[in-house]
T-cell receptor
Framework: IAGITQAPTSQILAAGRRMTLRCTQD?????MYWYRQDLGLGLRLIHY???????GKGEVPDGYSVSRANTDDFPLTLASAVPSQTSVYFC?????????????FGPGTRLTVL | GQNIDQPTEMTATEGAIVQINCTYQ??????LFWYQQHAGEAPTFLSY????GLEEKGRFSSFLSRSKGYSYLLLKELQMKDSASYLC??????????FGAGTTVTVRA
């Protein structure tokens, strides 16, 4: 069982380019999340999806878009990358509902925008 | 929204006890989580509190006081492998997490 996988592991991207970060989970979790982690700021929620077919905005959604066509995949797209989007991006998933359900995190994608 | 504060860094000696405090202000509290994150790795779940009191899991314990907006994570019998960042996260009623900036714990021999 792989859990959550993310691709690519790292990427250097020229400003203005379009980039899609991939996230796949095999735990059949309904909820999925995208965070960015920057030094001194901690993890900040970009977008989330409580179930396939629905998405919502988190704390820092500008410049990012997501889609949730099925349960397993939750790609994050940067339409036109800017240097301030240089960060480590983590995808996470969680079973829906219930009081105890923690989020499981993928290994992360380190993105550098030049 | 959530406002979550925790110390930036703490240092302790192998075998000792360290307590990491977390204070929060929230518009809708639905549980508090602690995660551990080693450098260059993903966060991993440590503990969860939704009711007041102490939850113990081996060497790690977590405490919550909802009326005070306060939690702490207690790490006992520190080991070198406990050197990591510890993240306090508050969940809202929509099941979204807001994270503190994290506390980097350094364990010295």
């Amino acid at each position: 069982i792989a859990g959550i996988t993310q691709a690519p592991t790292s990427q250097i991207l020229a400003a203005g380019r379009r980039m899609t970060l991939r996230c796949t989970q095999d735990m059949r979790h309904n909820a999925m999340y995208w965070y960015r982690q920057d030094l001194g700021l901690g993890l900040r929620l970009i977008h989330y999806s409580n179930t396939a077919g629905t998405t919502g905005k988190g704390e820092v959604p500008d410049g990012y878009s997501v889609s949730r066509a099925n349960t397993d995949d939750f790609p994050l797209t940067l339409a036109s990358a800017v240097p301030s989007q240089t960060s480590v991006y983590f995808c996470a998933s969680s079973p829906a509902g219930g009081s105890y359900n923690e989020q499981f995190f993928g290994p992360g994608t380190r993105l550098t925008v030049l | 929204g959530q406002n979550i504060d925790q110390p930036t860094e703490m240092t302790a000696t192998e075998g000792a006890i360290v307590q990491i405090n977390c204070t929060y202000q929230t518009s809708g509290f639905n549980g508090l989580f602690w995660y551990q994150q080693h450098a260059g790795e993903a966060p991993t779940f440590l503990s969860y509190n939704v009711l007041d009191g102490l939850e113990e899991k081996g060497r790690f314990s977590s405490f919550l006081s909802r009326s005070k907006g306060y939690s702490y994570l207690l790490l006992k019998e520190l080991q070198m492998k406990d050197s990591a960042s510890y993240l306090c996260a508050v969940r809202d009623r929509d099941y979204k997490l807001s994270f503190g900036a994290g506390t980097t714990v350094t364990v010295r021999a």
